[in-house]
């Protein structure tokens, strides 16, 4: 058998940027295509000192890969993700299918069982997997009938522009005025907080 042929659609934000990160650093014998928008087609990137070149993204190509990591909005991936799932294994890191009934929702060391052979795979939240990975076992053994979590999201969750976007705010700021606006939130977070992550649901809460 060879090597798994392994995509990356987001490959220049945080999170895809980390996730290649991952794969270098575990040594996984596979092969990596990195996926960005097609004004960064035939760029590099580099990462622990290989040189990746960036691919345009489309179905049809992606679809050569045996599995595709959606590192990407939730709407690129509610548009692409069940097409390219008719192909290959997809795993989704944004919020569009967490909430969907016929897409597991996957964190290993807790819902294994979820997985049943569906191509289409969500993610949880980011902090969520990471508190359910700790609570699952106390849950098992003592039962946990309710969590009261608050959670503060960085700029990160924005992707690397948000983030570039943040420091030099912070370093130029000098006032809250007229100016104090955002290409990438709906207010500049330069020493600033904003009650509101991602959109507003049915219920009023982001």
């Known amino acids: 058998m060879g090597k798994l042929?392994?995509?990356i659609a987001g490959a220049t934000g945080a999170v895809g940027t980390t996730l290649l990160d991952l794969f270098l650093t575990h040594q996984d014998p596979v092969d990596i295509v990195c996926y960005a928008s097609a004004r960064s087609a035939g760029k590099t990137i580099t990462c622990q000192?290989?040189?990746f070149e960036l691919q345009a993204f489309s179905v049809d190509h992606a679809a050569s890969c045996d599995a595709v990591f959606l590192c990407v909005s939730g709407d690129f991936s509610l548009e692409y993700g069940p097409l390219l799932a008719k192909y290959s294994y997809v795993i989704d890191n944004s919020s569009a299918f967490r909430y969907a009934d016929d897409v597991p929702l996957i964190v290993p060391p807790v819902t294994p069982h979820s997985f049943t052979g569906q191509t289409l795979i969500a993610n949880p939240n980011c902090s969520s997997a990471i508190a359910l990975v700790v609570l699952a076992p106390h849950h098992k053994k003592y039962g946990i009938e309710h969590l009261t979590i608050s959670t503060y999201q960085a700029a990160s969750g924005a992707g690397k522009p948000a983030m570039?976007?943040?420091l030099a705010r912070t370093k130029d700021f000098k006032?809250?005025?007229?100016t104090f606006s955002s290409d990438y939130f709906f207010h500049d977070l330069a020493y600033n907080v904003v009650p509101q992550v991602d959109k507003f649901q049915d219920n009023l809460y982001t």
């Open 49 to 51: 000192g290989q040189t």
């Open 164 to 166: 570039d976007e943040l």
């Open 175 to 178: 006032d809250y005025d007229h």
């Open 5 to 7: 042929r392994i995509g």
